[in-house]
């Protein structure tokens, strides 16, 4: 991996054996600063998936490790911003639906399939409030630093219980943060279980002190 500057419109990384570059838009300050007061509300529109983050680094590997079972399925990357772990999985063979909230996001994930030569996910802009999937159709899910407010617990909890099969399974990277606590007590009494993984000091690729302490949480429905 290498540290890229916050300001460039390329961020180069090299992982899961494969070098890879990701446009993003070259003008970053410009984005944020024609946010407006309508940017803060519930339903945020705050650039974060201007960012390849520590959790994304994280779950490309965990899914690159999982390639052999992940191929030939159909898989479910929630919040795909930049599109990396949607193409790592395509890149192996898995078949990917790539989901964000933001339609400028999926723009620029869709140039980097094309970018880094690799089969194109089924992009599509998804409100996780409002599913446009078949409920239950989904085995293998993935999403990386998706929350990091409560108020985004029980909407992202409803859309797993949505989405995933009787014996599906998401994974979930997060950067240790306190949120996920409140997380992980819901998910019980909501029938899920949730189990660390993996847990990885990373060298975050904006500029940062000290490495990132990312945990991957592997979430099931709890066996009765």
């Given amino acids: 991996m290498q540290e890229n500057s916050a300001q460039s419109p390329f961020i180069h990384v090299r992982i899961c054996d494969k070098d890879w570059i990701l446009e993003r838009p070259d003008n970053l300050e410009n984005m944020w600063n024609a946010m407006t007061s309508a940017s803060f509300t519930d339903d945020e529109r705050i650039p974060?998936?201007?960012?390849?983050?520590?959790?994304?680094?994280?779950?490309?590997?965990?899914?690159?490790?999982?390639?052999?079972?992940?191929?030939?399925?159909?898989?479910l990357d929630i919040g795909c911003g930049l599109g990396l772990t949607a193409l790592v999985a395509e890149h192996f063979g898995a078949c990917v639906i790539g989901m964000d909230y933001e339609p400028e996001a999926l723009r620029f994930a869709s140039r980097n399939a094309v970018c880094n030569q690799v089969r194109s996910p089924l992009w599509t802009a998804m409100d996780w409030r409002y599913p446009a999937l078949l409920p239950g159709k989904i085995h293998f899910a993935?999403?990386?630093?998706?929350?990091?407010?409560?108020?985004?617990?029980?909407?992202?909890?409803?859309?797993?219980?949505?989405?995933?099969?009787?014996?599906?399974?998401?994974?979930?990277?997060?950067?240790?943060?306190?949120?996920?606590?409140?997380?992980?007590?819901?998910?019980?009494?909501?029938?899920?279980?949730?189990?660390?993984?993996?847990?990885?000091?990373?060298?975050?690729?904006?500029?940062?002190?000290?490495?990132?302490?990312?945990?991957?949480?592997?979430?099931?429905?709890?066996?009765m």
């Fill in 48 to 75: 974060y998936w201007t960012e390849l983050w520590p959790s994304s680094l994280v779950l490309s590997e965990w899914l690159w490790m999982k390639r052999k079972t992940l191929q030939n399925q159909i898989c």
């Fill in 142 to 223: 993935w999403g990386g630093d998706i929350m990091y407010e409560k108020r985004f617990v029980t909407p992202i909890l409803d859309f797993i219980d949505y989405v995933l099969d009787d014996d599906g399974v998401m994974w979930i990277a997060e950067p240790s943060r306190s949120v996920y606590e409140f997380f992980r007590s819901a998910l019980f009494g909501r029938g899920w279980e949730g189990r660390c993984v993996h847990e990885q000091n990373v060298r975050a690729l904006y500029p940062q002190k000290m490495p990132v302490p990312v945990r991957l949480w592997e979430i099931s429905r709890r066996k």
